[in-house]
């Protein structure tokens, strides 16, 4: 290993959460982002895992429960102008199929961490080619990936990522001594994908001795690749110290999985309401995004909601009765090769403390997108925040999106692309016409 695995030596702080001030530190100015098209995605059991992906006029819908799967390809103009109908639909009864997705010119990766090739919840990757020529099948299923060795309750595909022709995949469960989870590169050869050697867990300096779910979310910006394992800690069967760590590496080419770790961060934080506890902090469960200048890694705190103290955390859209108070983002900022994990910060400032819907935000360069619900207010609302705004890397508010319907719960993903936004609104309830344990998805599109 070129660079050795370096930690700051953790202060004992409280965690920063995200809070977002409206009203009078609203700065007026033009929307930055225009609605051009609301699509009716259709009707889906409720609790499930979402996830969307857009690579130029297409845009790739993934919803996600135990009992199977449904993936949507939809073109721009298909339908109409400025429509964005179903080009090709695939449903699977496979448990979780479609957890995940990840776009890139020509190829499509689900990750289905529910397949049962090598026993039950084995995992997998399946790859589509994707041929928009009229008359042809615009989804191939041309291979399914899994590591080389997989066995049972390893759930590969929980995380999916393209990074250039390469396929970073996470295998959350598999297990290795004191540790759970890994995470692969799948890269093209002689007309296939082959598995590259599993990247290695750096190692933290100070005693946290399981990491677990190590793969769960990735980030990657250049010749940086950041991995969370939310559910590290000090017992491997006690939720309630599950302190979570991240795991930042850089590109090698001496590497036999093309990466090598840079640095591994875990926060130590002392729960003020039990004498010598930690307390529970799950980083980057869902999520974690590059931006200029730093890193924003989500922040669960004593998360109660799906599942939230068991090890098997499916991501589900979260409404105003279950968003989560104490999820927070925060930012570590990097100067030179130095990443300041001890100075991490909330992004967006202080303010009410609003709600958020954990897989609710989005961030990309300088801008950091994050829906929130107002408990006083009972209403929900997306706010753009800008890196400087207010002041020097500060991530000031700039704007707020424009809301649909009342009943359009904006709780689901977000996607910022350089000249396109896209939010998942999630409807449910009777009083908003939707029978009882289903919910409506509706897909909103911005332009600049």
């Known amino acids: 290993m070129i660079r ?3 930690v700051h030596h953790c202060r004992l702080h409280r965690a920063l959460f995200i809070v977002l001030g409206m009203g009078a530190a609203l700065v007026a100015r033009a929307q930055d982002w225009s609605p051009s098209a609301a699509v009716d995605a259709g009707l889906f059991t409720a609790h499930a895992r979402v996830a969307i992906a857009s690579e130029n006029d297409l845009l790739v819908l993934a919803v996600a429960h135990a009992g199977g799967g449904n993936v949507q390809l939809r073109g721009r103009h298909q339908g109409g102008f400025d429509q964005w109908g179903v080009m090709a639909s695939i449903q699977d009864a496979t448990p979780w199929y479609g957890s995940s997705v990840a776009l890139r010119p020509g190829l499509l990766a689900v990750g289905s961490p529910g397949d049962a090739a090598g026993g039950a919840f084995t995992g997998a990757v399946h790859l589509y080619a994707i041929d928009t ?6 989804l191939d299923l041309i291979q399914s990936l899994q ?5 049972a309750n390893e759930r590969g595909g929980y995380s ?17 001594f004191r540790s759970i989870g890994g995470l ?5 050869e002689d007309g296939t994908y082959v598995t ?3 990247l290695a867990i750096g190692q933290i300096s100070y005693p946290v001795p399981f990491i677990r779910w190590f793969g769960a979310s990735i980030a990657a910006s250049g010749a940086r690749l950041a991995v969370a394992a939310p559910f590290s800690g000090f017992e491997s069967t006690n939720a309630q110290q599950n302190l979570g760590s991240i795991h930042m590496y850089y590109r090698d080419s001496g590497s036999p999985s093309g990466w090598s770790p840079d640095t591994a961060w875990s926060d130590l934080t002392l729960d003020g309401l039990a004498s010598c506890a930690f307390e529970r902090m799950e980083l980057g469960r869902w999520g974690m995004a590059f931006v200029n200048g730093g890193l924003i890694i989500d922040q669960s705190v004593r998360y109660d909601g799906g599942s939230g103290d068991a090890l098997d955390p499916w991501m589900t859209p979260m409404d105003s009765s279950g968003a989560c108070s104490a999820c927070g983002l925060r930012i570590v900022r990097q100067n030179g090769s130095i990443w300041d994990f ?7 400032g202080s303010g009410p403390p609003l709600r958020r819907a954990p897989a ?4 990309e360069g300088d801008s950091l997108i994050i829906s929130t619900f107002d408990p006083v207010e009972d209403t929900w609302r997306s706010t753009l925040h800008r890196r400087d705004e207010g002041g020097s890397d500060a991530w000031g508010a700039a704007s707020v999106l424009a809301t649909g319907e009342a009943c359009d719960t904006p709780s689901g993903p977000i996607l910022l692309a350089p000249a396109r936004l896209i939010r998942v609104n999630a409807r449910s309830g009777t009083p908003c016409s939707v029978p009882q344990g289903m919910m409506r998805l509706t897909l909103e599109v911005f332009d600049r």
């Open 4 to 6: 050795t695995t370096t």
């Open 133 to 138: 020529a009229p008359g042809e099948e615009q």
């Open 147 to 151: 590591m080389p060795d997989a066995s």
């Open 160 to 176: 999916v990522r393209w990074i250039g022709d390469t396929l970073v995949t996470g295998f959350v469960s598999r297990s290795s």
């Open 184 to 188: 692969t590169c799948f890269v093209p």
């Open 196 to 198: 590259s050697e599993p």
């Open 342 to 348: 001890d100075g991490a910060q909330a992004p967006a």
């Open 360 to 363: 609710a935000w989005c961030a």
